[in-house]
């Protein structure tokens, strides 16, 4: 039987996650961050797993991840902003006056 993974290295697989990097990678600074922590350095397929589940949690961007998108617009076209968003999977709201989108049925 394996040990239970740490809070602390299951906390740090959701913060080294990156989608647009491999799991791997991910695995790699896991297990740096467990050797600080003296900790033990839990396999690649259990690092896989969990990466995989808190990815399917967190299906949408993530607030920093729409705070850095509009940064990096600054003060630029509005609606360039919102096609950016649109481009990270946030959906528009009816507020924002896009004829394209219809207000979802309640």
Do not use: C
């Not at 959701?14 to 922590?37: H, K, M, N, Q």
């Not at 839990?42 to 940064?71: C, F, K, M, N």
């Not at 076209?77 to 979802?104: C, H, K």
């Amino acid at each position: 039987m394996a040990p239970r993974i740490s809070r602390r290295l299951i906390e740090a697989i959701v913060r080294f996650d990156d989608r647009a990097r491999p799991i791997a990678e991910t695995y790699r600074r896991v297990g740096a961050e467990a050797e600080r922590l003296g900790l033990t350095r839990p396999s690649y397929q259990r690092i896989r797993e969990l990466v995989h589940e808190a990815r399917s949690i967190r299906r949408g961007p993530t607030a920093g991840d729409v705070l850095r998108l509009a940064l990096a617009m600054k003060a630029g076209n509005p609606d360039e902003l919102i096609d950016s968003l649109r481009a990270v999977g946030v959906r528009p709201l009816p507020q924002w006056g896009l004829a394209s989108e219809s207000p979802r049925p309640p």
